[in-house]
DNA sequence: TTGAAAGCGCTAACAC
DNA sequence: GTGTTAGCGCTTTCAA
């Protein structure tokens, strides 16, 4: 009686308990299918609350129960088949861990810091890609286990490694046995700075006396594989080979091949980056360096929950995964 | 003093106040930036705080202050690109309200019933495909507001019914038109029941005097739609055109025809349905009925926070998006 | 079968 | 600038 629910209030265990005339404790019962309680009493209290509409709050629950253990996952943009790949086999991982995920995307996203901070409120551990500006950690992430995944040796928190060099000392000698003489690699940034695994390639290719041309794109995805692969071809008209920063671009690049009747492997070997299930739907299949995402979310999961559980340290832990050579029928 | 922290149980406010030697207030003003603490305590407390590796409690937080919304939305499978398409937009969506977006994927799920409930405990409304045998709904969602995408008629709490009949009529004009005699509907499910989508082709194609044959297929897959086009073309040689089911499967049936070599759209005209990005990296791209999955989130998502809010009935309320004949080169 | 009391971790409001 | 009080909504004792 003291309190009947007002507009926007919504209502509490007392309001049920108050309408139905019971305990709060009966009503607990009742709602949480416990035992010690009348059939009738059960289905008065149920019935009341589903007429006040009334949903337990997940606060009062967790503060007194077994909380409930979430991962916030932060991915860039859902629209490239890399994110919900990875976020997918996350998912998979921490169900089977008992851990629910929590996901936002920084793609279009106003304010970016607040984005991550209030995932950071609302989760017990951060997996994923914040795109900080390279260097500082995001303000709201200090103390928060937060596990980078890609990271560089100098990234904040712990870290995913994700490693193409050996698999693209595979793809040169593939590519220099498939016949490529005059490779190229479509990277992405802006200047000389290669990427690590842009840099891995030319490495390879410049170690077995083939030297490759690199030409950037600004973004990685498919128009701009697309347009960068015209680009390229117009300023060295004899390349024979592409090896593009992952496999959005090279479907760009086959895009654009195809629309310049370039032959794909026949006058153009073409590789990729990531083993995205995309890369088996174009036609032909692009050979890629593949990198197995169970693995990844499995690596990446496990230390948020160790970093969570205290047996791994919150700062400078790393694992690594490593690529693979995955020849299909590009190259 | 009286309450060191142990080995497992996470520190609390009142473990760093009492290490610190001040009041829980104090604490509390130090970890969130408040006014009218001094420097040098707020200092001491939050090196305290790290060494303790404190983290406040979302419950404790939640509880008294302003609680943060989340959405939780259930998807089949990530690996499917049309979950993460629409996921990609619900967060969009839910980001710009202010709302945060938990995810869970039934596929592969032990115990999808379970899964969906203990979403539903986290989140204050849910969004989604949940596979309810397609009659009652998940006892865990009563009370729960809850958003169907794809609902139909009958479908418990709210939905979006997505409806591709207007635009069927404009795929039948155009296939016609392009000169198809013998069309063909590569269906999904099980028997002579076709779906929806299913049935408003095959009514369109026979209202026009160009009736089509259908084939079906168990699994809505890329694999599936190439097995299923090859079986179709054993079954009816003549077919030269082809409505698939959705877009994923009209990449399997344009991936069959490379393989057959059968020209796309020259010998067969190829239509999907959902307006999937993947449709534009194929070669050709492909022409749909696309759906403006922007809408379909601002639908549900709208529809969601209404049911919160109490100005939508949480059962039989219903919005429809409609496909949209979207002709890119595969017809 | 039911109810009363205690307390989970936190912050707003109000002392001092 | 700092501490004290009260209370958020819920479940877990324990007592009736």
Redesign the interface.
Known sequence: MSRPPH??RPATIIDVAEAAGVSRQTVTRAMNDMPGISRVTKERVLEV??EL???P???????VGH??R?IG?VVD???N?Y???L??AV??SA?ERGW??????TA??ADEAA?VA??A??A?VLIGYPRTADGAPHDAL???PFVHVDAGPSTPGGGVELDATAAMEDLADHLIERGARRPALLDVGTGTVATDRGRSFMRAMATRGVPAVRQTCELST?GSGASGARALLAAHPGVDAVMAFNDVMA?GV??AM?ESGVEVPGQLRLAGCDGL??G????PALTTLALDMAEVARAAVGMALGMFE?TVP?EGYRTRVRHRLLVRSST
């Open positions: 507009r926007g609350a589903k509409s009334y949903r709050s997940r606060y009062g629950r967790g503060l909380s409930r979430t996952l943009d859902l629209t088949p994110y919900p790949q976020a997918s998912v998979s169900t629910n995920v929590m996901l936002a995307q279009g996203a984005l209030d995932l409120a609302q017990d200090v103390g928060v498919f479907c086959l895009r195809h299930d995309l088996t739907v174009v036609h205290g919150l």
